[in-house]
């Protein structure tokens, strides 16, 4: 079983839909829990950054994690055809002050005009 | 700030030859971390340095990879020799500290 279980899509929506991203994990280690952006031919970048359960708003991303469930979720609302890209989620532990980030495979998604 | 800037941005090459990935990270960040992307396997981590350390390079697929940091400036990644199962989108990213990593925009090699 893979530490980080992702659903790659890809996932075609209208433009103004609610879109849900989701992952799973297995270690329940993971206290830091992070949703990267990835353009096509371009490098990751941070969306949202979260710590240990909870939600965080940010515009019209919202991040949700429950760890009980060992579940991590990413909402967009009113999406724009420019929120179409590669969403991965990236979780760390931090136990022994490992930096290293477990990283799904990420999920595509299109947002049609 | 230009980020992290690596080069080249596309590499061709015929296997056999020697591969060499380039990359500068963010001034002041102390972590690098170097990946390897494919459909297949996702984002892998290759190696990370801490103050130009190599700190776990348990990712490295087999002794053709190297990678070395010789200052807080730049680190290079070698491949070689280069085999056609090499081909992917190898990205460097760097980090102040903490968790959050600031991506270059990768290169992506082929190796035919």
């Known amino acids: 079983q893979k530490e980080v279980e992702q659903d790659p899509g890809p996932l075609s929506v209208p433009e103004g839909a609610i879109v849900s991203l989701n992952c799973t994990y297995s270690n329940s280690a993971f206290q830091y829990f992070m949703w990267y952006r990835q353009y096509s031919r371009k490098g990751p970048e941070l969306l949202m950054y979260?710590?240990s359960s909870g939600n965080k708003e940010d515009g019209r991303f919202t991040a949700q994690v429950d760890k009980s469930s060992k579940y991590i979720s990413l909402f967009i609302r009113d999406s724009q055809p420019s929120d179409s890209a590669t969403y991965l989620c990236a979780l760390c532990s931090n136990a022994g002050n490992n930096r290293k980030l477990i990283w799904g495979l990420g999920t595509s998604l299109a947002v049609n005009p | 700030d230009a980020g992290v800037i690596q080069s080249p941005r596309h590499e061709v090459t015929e296997m056999g030859q020697e591969v060499t990935l380039r990359c500068k990270p963010i001034s002041g960040h102390n972590s690098l971390f170097w990946y390897r992307q494919t459909m297949m396997r996702g984002l892998e981590l290759l190696i990370y340095?801490?103050?130009?350390?190599?700190?776990?390079d348990s990712g490295m697929p087999e002794d053709r990879f190297s990678a070395k940091m010789p200052n807080a400036s730049f680190s290079t990644l070698k491949i070689q020799p280069s085999e056609p199962r090499d081909s992917a989108v190898y990205f460097c990213a760097s980090s102040p500290g903490g968790n959050i990593q600031y991506f270059g925009a990768g290169t992506r090699l082929s190796v035919l």
């Open positions: 979260t710590y």
């Open positions: 340095f801490n103050n130009n350390v190599p700190i776990d």
